[in-house]
């Protein structure tokens, strides 16, 4: 059974490597590293879409949360209890 990770800490997680890979992206195309560029779009991917679907859940209910309005979410809306 997998560790249970903070949903608040995942969310922040997620937040900070998606800005992070959309600014690899920027760079990439600045210096026209085509490369580069597809390595941060699967970044991107797997931060905004992947990632928060696994660990973006409710510690009490489990319910998959919501990813839009991540970090102002502080309650789950599906048990309300605080996140």
Do not use: D
């Not at 249970?4 to 590293?33: D, K």
């Amino acid at each position: 059974m997998r560790k249970n990770i903070p949903p608040r800490a995942a969310a922040l997680v997620c937040w900070i490597m998606s800005i992070f890979s959309f600014l690899l992206g920027a760079i990439a195309l600045i210096n026209r590293s085509m490369g580069t560029f597809y390595i941060a779009l699967i970044l991107i991917i797997l931060f905004m879409i992947v990632l928060p679907k696994i660990f973006w859940r409710c510690p009490y209910c489990g319910a998959s949360l919501p990813t839009r309005g991540m970090m102002r979410i502080r309650f789950c809306p599906y048990c309300n209890k605080p996140l």
